[in-house]
C-alpha cells in the first residue's frame, strides 16, 4: 500500500503536458495509476541513484521525470513503445529543466541493466508483459523491484501469472482510483525479448512473419489486413526513388507481401510504435527482403518528402487528422489501399482511393459498398454502432475484484 510517511514526488505533475498538446487547460500528462506508481514504488527509491532507476511504458513522462527530480547522479533510463510518449517525455523535460535527467532507450538489455528500481505501465498484451518481464529478470539487478500498474479496467489475473514466470514472488497494492500496482521481487529465468514467427499462405505467396509483443494480431494475418491485401492492385506505380509506402505497418506482413510480389519494388514501411518497427524489420529479415524494404519509426509519414508518394496501403483504421497528414506526402495521381474497422457487427470495408490530378475534381473518390461513400458518411454510418459496442464493453465486469462497474474512467 502507499507509505503515507514518505513525499514520492517533489515535481508538480500538473505542469506537464500531454502530446500532442490542444491547449486544454483540463488535459493532463498523468493519470490516478502515475500517482499510484509513484507512492507506492516511493520507500524503495529513496537513496537510489537515477542511473539504477528505469521506466517503462510512460504515457506522457510523468513517472521518469518525477522519479528523475526525486533522484541525483546519472540518468532515468526511459523505454516508451510510442513515438508521441518519446517527444511528450522530451517536450516536458525541457519545459522541468530535467532534459540531462532522462534518457529514452530502445526495450534492449541496457535499458534495464543493474536497475533496483522499475516502474512500468502494464501493457494491455500479455506477450509485451511478457518481454519486459523476461528482459528485466535477466539484466536488472538480483535485488531488483519491479512497480508495474494500471487502471484496473486494463488489468487482468493474467499479468500476476506472467510475472510469476520471471520472479518469484508478486504482491498486489491496495486499489486506489480504480487502479493498482503489482509489485515483483526475486528475478528468475530472464530472456530478452525474441519475436514469434509463423509462416503464412497469402494467395500465391509464401510470407515468413514475426513479431514482437503487443504488436496487432502478432505474428498472424487479421481479416481487416486480408481484406487489404486481396484488394491490392496488381500494378504497383512508382520507382526506385518512389517506393510503395506501407502506412502504420505494424508486423510488416503488407510491406513484404508487396515486395514478394513485386520482385523489383522497394517498399517502405512506417509505423509510430517500436514494437512494430522491430517486427516489421524482423519480418523484412526473415524474408530477405531487408535490402528492399525500408521500416521506419515515423508518425504521419513525416519523414517523406511532401508529394513523393504514389502508392500508399494504410493498415489503420479510419481516422481523419492521420488522413490529412499524410496526405500532403502523397504526389497527383497517387492510390491508397486502406481498410475501415470499427468492430462487430459491421464487416470491415476495404477501399481504394485515387487522389486527382490538380485539373480532376478537388476531392478523393471513394469506393464503397453501396453506403455513403464520403467520409463524414462513412462515419455517421458508422458511429452508433461504435458507441453500442463501447456500452457493452463498460458494462463487463471488472476481472480483478468481481465486481460490476458503476462508472466508465
Keep these: 500500500m502507499a507509505r503515507d510517511s514518505v513525499d514520492p514526488v517533489t515535481l508538480d505533475l500538473d505542469t506537464l503536458r500531454p502530446y500532442p498538446d490542444a491547449g486544454d487547460p483540463d488535459s493532463r500528462a498523468h493519470d490516478a495509476a502515475d500517482r499510484l506508481l509513484l507512492d507506492e514504488s516511493a520507500e524503495a527509491r529513496q537513496g537510489v541513484a537515477r542511473r539504477e532507476i528505469a521506466v517503462i511504458g510512460d504515457t506522457f513522462g510523468a513517472l521518469a521525470l518525477a522519479c528523475a527530480s526525486d533522484a541525483s547522479d546519472g540518468v532515468v533510463r526511459v523505454h516508451q513503445d510510442s513515438l508521441g510518449g518519446e517527444r511528450a517525455l522530451a517536450a516536458n523535460a525541457r519545459s522541468t529543466g530535467l532534459e540531462a535527467s532522462v534518457a529514452s532507450l530502445p526495450l534492449d538489455p541496457e535499458l534495464v541493466r543493474d536497475a533496483r528500481v522499475v516502474l512500468v505501465r502494464l501493457p494491455r498484451s500479455l506477450e509485451a508483459l511478457r518481454d519486459i518481464a523476461g528482459l528485466i529478470a535477466a539484466h536488472a539487478a538480483p535485488d531488483v523491484v519491479v512497480f508495474a500498474g494500471g487502471r484496473i479496467k486494463h488489468m487482468s489475473l493474467g499479468m500476476n501469472d506472467v510475472l510469476r514466470e520471471h520472479f518469484d514472488t508478486v504482491d498486489v497494492s491496495l486499489a486506489r482510483q480504480k487502479s493498482r500496482v503489482l509489485i515483483a521481487h526475486g528475478p528468475h529465468d530472464g530472456r530478452d525479448p525474441e519475436p514469434s514467427a509463423a509462416r503464412l499462405r497469402i494467395g500465391d505467396t509464401d510470407v515468413e512473419v514475426r513479431a514482437f509483443g503487443g504488436v496487432f494480431a502478432g505474428a498472424a494475418l487479421d481479416i481487416g489486413t486480408r481484406l487489404l491485401i486481396d484488394n491490392l492492385p496488381d500494378t504497383i506505380p512508382g520507382h526506385a526513388d518512389d517506393p510503395a509506402v506501407d502506412l502504420a505497418c505494424g508486423n510488416g506482413i503488407v510491406a513484404a507481401t508487396l515486395a514478394l510480389r513485386h520482385p523489383g519494388l522497394r517498399v517502405y514501411a512506417s509505423d509510430e510504435s517500436a514494437a512494430a518497427v522491430a517486427s516489421a524489420r524482423a519480418t523484412a529479415a526473415a524474408n530477405g527482403i531487408a535490402d528492399r524494404m525500408t521500416v521506419a519509426r515515423d508518425d504521419a509519414l513525416a519523414s517523406l518528402p511532401a508529394a513523393s508518394a504514389s502508392f500508399i496501403a494504410d493498415r489503420r483504421d479510419d481516422r481523419p487528422a492521420p ?76 476481472r480483478m475484484s468481481g465486481l460490476p462497474r458503476q462508472s466508465h474512467g
Design 323 to 398: 488522413v490529412r497528414r499524410c496526405s500532403s506526402r502523397a504526389a497527383p495521381g497517387w492510390r491508397t489501399v486502406d481498410r475501415l474497422e470499427f468492430g462487430p457487427p459491421l464487416p470491415p470495408v476495404a477501399r481504394e482511393t485515387r487522389r486527382p490530378d490538380p485539373s480532376d475534381r478537388p476531392h478523393p473518390e471513394v469506393h464503397g459498398h453501396g453506403l455513403d461513400t464520403s467520409l463524414s458518411g462513412r462515419l455517421k454510418r458508422f458511429q452508433p454502432s461504435a458507441l453500442r459496442l463501447g456500452r457493452r464493453r463498460r458494462q463487463r465486469t471488472d
